[in-house]
Protein backbone atom coordinates (compact mmCIF):
# COMPACT_ATOMS: atom_id res chain seq x y z
CA UNK A 1 0.00 0.00 0.00
CA UNK A 2 1.41 3.47 -1.17
CA UNK A 3 0.32 5.70 1.94
CA UNK A 4 3.11 8.33 0.44
CA UNK A 5 3.24 9.13 -3.07
CA UNK A 6 5.50 10.86 -5.06
CA UNK A 7 3.57 11.36 -8.45
CA UNK A 8 6.50 12.88 -10.51
CA UNK A 9 9.24 10.67 -11.01
CA UNK A 10 11.40 13.31 -12.26
CA UNK A 11 11.71 16.57 -12.55
CA UNK A 12 14.31 19.19 -14.55
CA UNK A 13 14.82 22.79 -13.72
CA UNK A 14 17.51 25.78 -14.48
CA UNK A 15 19.80 27.11 -12.45
CA UNK A 16 18.59 29.96 -10.26
CA UNK A 17 14.76 29.48 -10.63
CA UNK A 18 12.85 27.54 -7.99
CA UNK A 19 12.28 23.78 -7.64
CA UNK A 20 8.90 22.34 -6.53
CA UNK A 21 8.70 19.10 -5.58
CA UNK A 22 5.47 17.45 -3.98
CA UNK A 23 4.35 14.56 -1.90
CA UNK A 24 0.80 13.50 -1.28
CA UNK A 25 -0.35 11.01 1.39
CA UNK A 26 -3.46 8.75 2.62
CA UNK A 27 -2.74 7.99 5.97
CA UNK A 28 -3.99 10.90 8.42
CA UNK A 29 -2.23 9.74 11.43
CA UNK A 30 1.50 10.48 10.10
CA UNK A 31 2.06 13.85 12.33
CA UNK A 32 5.65 13.77 11.07
CA UNK A 33 7.21 14.85 7.85
CA UNK A 34 10.78 14.73 6.02
CA UNK A 35 12.41 15.63 3.06
CA UNK A 36 15.96 13.42 2.09
CA UNK A 37 18.15 14.13 -0.67
CA UNK A 38 19.76 11.22 -2.18
CA UNK A 39 23.20 11.07 -4.63
CA UNK A 40 23.75 7.59 -6.13
CA UNK A 41 25.85 5.13 -4.36
CA UNK A 42 25.31 7.24 -0.69
CA UNK A 43 22.24 6.59 1.46
CA UNK A 44 19.68 9.22 1.93
CA UNK A 45 20.72 12.37 3.53
CA UNK A 46 18.48 14.02 5.57
CA UNK A 47 17.87 17.41 4.48
CA UNK A 48 14.43 19.11 6.44
CA UNK A 49 11.45 17.68 8.37
CA UNK A 50 8.14 19.35 9.53
CA UNK A 51 5.96 18.48 12.16
CA UNK A 52 2.10 18.39 11.55
CA UNK A 53 1.76 21.49 14.12
CA UNK A 54 3.22 23.81 11.59
CA UNK A 55 2.23 24.63 7.90
CA UNK A 56 5.90 25.73 6.98
CA UNK A 57 9.39 25.30 7.81
CA UNK A 58 12.02 26.60 6.19
CA UNK A 59 16.40 26.29 6.32
CA UNK A 60 18.28 28.28 4.45
CA UNK A 61 17.01 27.51 0.54
CA UNK A 62 14.64 24.71 1.61
CA UNK A 63 11.60 24.95 2.88
CA UNK A 64 8.50 22.43 3.23
CA UNK A 65 5.05 23.41 3.14
CA UNK A 66 2.19 21.32 4.69
CA UNK A 67 -1.45 20.91 3.52
CA UNK A 68 -3.12 18.87 6.11
CA UNK A 69 -6.63 19.22 4.70
CA UNK A 70 -5.28 18.40 1.36
CA UNK A 71 -2.96 15.38 2.78
CA UNK A 72 -0.01 17.38 0.69
CA UNK A 73 3.38 18.59 1.23
CA UNK A 74 6.12 20.31 -0.81
CA UNK A 75 9.56 21.04 -1.27
CA UNK A 76 10.39 24.10 -2.43
CA UNK A 77 14.25 24.88 -3.30
CA UNK A 78 15.19 28.60 -4.23
CA UNK A 79 17.35 29.59 -6.12
CA UNK A 80 18.14 25.78 -7.22
CA UNK A 81 21.72 24.77 -8.23
CA UNK A 82 23.80 22.18 -9.79
CA UNK A 83 24.41 20.61 -6.60
CA UNK A 84 20.99 19.90 -5.39
CA UNK A 85 20.37 17.76 -8.53
CA UNK A 86 19.90 14.47 -6.94
CA UNK A 87 16.36 11.54 -6.09
CA UNK A 88 14.62 13.99 -3.58
CA UNK A 89 12.28 11.38 -0.98
CA UNK A 90 9.49 12.24 0.98
CA UNK A 91 8.92 10.64 4.21
CA UNK A 92 6.09 10.30 6.85
CA UNK A 93 5.84 8.57 10.84
CA UNK A 94 3.19 8.18 12.82
CA UNK A 95 4.38 9.14 16.12
CA UNK A 96 2.66 5.63 17.61
CA UNK A 97 5.15 3.80 15.07
CA UNK A 98 8.47 5.13 16.39
CA UNK A 99 10.53 6.22 14.12
CA UNK A 100 9.36 3.67 10.91
CA UNK A 101 8.83 6.09 8.14
CA UNK A 102 7.15 5.51 5.03
CA UNK A 103 8.83 6.88 2.17
CA UNK A 104 7.54 7.90 -1.70
CA UNK A 105 9.33 6.48 -4.69
CA UNK A 106 11.41 9.60 -5.15
CA UNK A 107 11.80 12.67 -7.40
CA UNK A 108 14.26 12.76 -9.72
CA UNK A 109 15.87 16.41 -9.92
CA UNK A 110 17.90 18.09 -12.36
CA UNK A 111 19.03 20.84 -12.12
CA UNK A 112 20.53 22.41 -15.52
CA UNK A 113 22.88 25.29 -15.64
CA UNK B 1 30.30 11.81 6.26
CA UNK B 2 27.60 9.61 7.02
CA UNK B 3 27.21 8.73 10.38
CA UNK B 4 27.16 5.33 10.28
CA UNK B 5 29.06 3.06 8.75
CA UNK B 6 28.11 0.44 6.86
CA UNK B 7 30.09 -3.24 5.52
CA UNK B 8 30.53 -4.43 3.23
CA UNK B 9 29.63 -1.69 0.41
CA UNK B 10 29.18 -4.50 -1.64
CA UNK B 11 27.87 -8.47 -1.07
CA UNK B 12 27.26 -10.98 -3.95
CA UNK B 13 25.93 -14.60 -2.34
CA UNK B 14 24.30 -17.49 -3.62
CA UNK B 15 20.46 -18.05 -3.45
CA UNK B 16 20.16 -20.23 -0.56
CA UNK B 17 23.40 -18.53 1.62
CA UNK B 18 23.38 -16.74 5.01
CA UNK B 19 24.76 -13.16 4.51
CA UNK B 20 25.33 -10.85 7.24
CA UNK B 21 25.19 -7.19 7.05
CA UNK B 22 27.22 -5.00 8.84
CA UNK B 23 26.47 -1.42 10.66
CA UNK B 24 28.25 0.35 13.31
CA UNK B 25 27.59 3.70 14.34
CA UNK B 26 29.81 6.56 15.06
CA UNK B 27 28.46 7.66 18.38
CA UNK B 28 26.20 5.76 21.07
CA UNK B 29 22.58 5.62 19.97
CA UNK B 30 19.89 3.41 21.72
CA UNK B 31 17.87 3.49 18.45
CA UNK B 32 18.77 1.71 15.39
CA UNK B 33 17.04 0.79 12.15
CA UNK B 34 17.03 -1.40 8.34
CA UNK B 35 15.66 -0.23 5.36
CA UNK B 36 15.73 -1.51 1.92
CA UNK B 37 15.58 -0.49 -1.65
CA UNK B 38 14.77 -2.54 -4.12
CA UNK B 39 16.07 -1.46 -7.65
CA UNK B 40 13.68 1.07 -8.93
CA UNK B 41 11.52 0.48 -5.86
CA UNK B 42 10.57 2.56 -2.59
CA UNK B 43 12.49 2.96 0.50
CA UNK B 44 10.70 0.34 3.16
CA UNK B 45 11.18 -0.11 6.63
CA UNK B 46 12.35 -3.43 7.91
CA UNK B 47 12.78 -2.77 11.43
CA UNK B 48 13.77 -1.04 14.29
CA UNK B 49 15.72 -1.90 17.26
CA UNK B 50 15.81 0.01 21.02
CA UNK B 51 17.57 -1.05 23.88
CA UNK B 52 18.98 -4.28 22.25
CA UNK B 53 15.47 -5.47 21.02
CA UNK B 54 13.19 -5.38 18.06
CA UNK B 55 10.74 -2.63 18.48
CA UNK B 56 8.84 -2.67 15.45
CA UNK B 57 9.23 -5.15 12.38
CA UNK B 58 7.74 -4.66 8.97
CA UNK B 59 5.92 -7.63 7.52
CA UNK B 60 9.07 -8.28 4.76
CA UNK B 61 10.79 -8.58 7.96
CA UNK B 62 9.80 -12.24 7.93
CA UNK B 63 11.82 -15.26 9.66
CA UNK B 64 14.30 -15.01 7.41
CA UNK B 65 15.37 -12.11 8.99
CA UNK B 66 17.15 -11.23 12.29
CA UNK B 67 18.79 -8.59 13.87
CA UNK B 68 21.09 -8.06 16.82
CA UNK B 69 23.99 -6.08 18.03
CA UNK B 70 26.45 -8.75 19.52
CA UNK B 71 28.80 -7.11 21.05
CA UNK B 72 27.55 -3.24 22.17
CA UNK B 73 28.43 -1.16 18.96
CA UNK B 74 27.98 -3.09 15.59
CA UNK B 75 24.33 -3.49 14.74
CA UNK B 76 23.72 -6.67 12.30
CA UNK B 77 21.27 -7.73 10.09
CA UNK B 78 21.15 -11.78 8.95
CA UNK B 79 19.41 -13.19 6.13
CA UNK B 80 19.65 -17.00 6.95
CA UNK B 81 18.35 -17.78 3.14
CA UNK B 82 18.73 -15.37 0.44
CA UNK B 83 15.94 -15.64 -2.18
CA UNK B 84 16.41 -13.51 -5.43
CA UNK B 85 14.26 -11.37 -4.42
CA UNK B 86 16.46 -10.26 -1.50
CA UNK B 87 18.90 -8.79 -4.03
CA UNK B 88 18.41 -4.55 -2.67
CA UNK B 89 20.30 -1.91 -1.41
CA UNK B 90 19.93 -2.16 2.52
CA UNK B 91 20.49 0.82 4.94
CA UNK B 92 21.17 1.19 8.29
CA UNK B 93 20.06 3.82 9.81
CA UNK B 94 20.37 5.69 13.98
CA UNK B 95 17.94 7.94 15.82
CA UNK B 96 19.13 9.79 18.18
CA UNK B 97 20.83 9.35 21.56
CA UNK B 98 17.49 10.62 23.80
CA UNK B 99 14.45 8.76 22.89
CA UNK B 100 12.47 12.29 21.58
CA UNK B 101 10.20 11.88 18.94
CA UNK B 102 10.26 14.14 16.45
CA UNK B 103 14.02 13.72 15.20
CA UNK B 104 15.22 12.93 11.90
CA UNK B 105 16.84 9.10 10.93
CA UNK B 106 20.58 9.27 9.80
CA UNK B 107 21.50 6.80 6.63
CA UNK B 108 24.62 4.79 6.16
CA UNK B 109 25.54 4.57 2.82
CA UNK B 110 24.09 1.23 2.19
CA UNK B 111 25.09 -2.30 1.38
CA UNK B 112 24.14 -3.51 -1.87
CA UNK B 113 23.40 -6.96 -1.68
CA UNK B 114 23.49 -9.17 -4.78
CA UNK B 115 21.60 -12.95 -5.06
CA UNK B 116 22.64 -14.92 -7.64
Known amino acids: DQQVKQNSPSLSVQEGRISILNCDYTNSMFDYFLWYKKYPAEGPTFLISISSIKDKNEDGRFTVFLNKSAKHLSLHIVPSQPGDSAVYFC????????????FGKGTSLLVTP | EPEVTQTPSHQVTQMGQEVILRCVPI?????FYWYRQILGQKVEFLVS????????KSEIFDDQFSVERPDGSNFTLKIRSTKLEDSAMYFCARGRERSSYNSPLHFGNGTRLTVT
Open chain 2, 27 to 31: SNHLY
Open chain 1, 91 to 102: AASVKDSGYALN
Open chain 2, 49 to 56: FYNNEISE
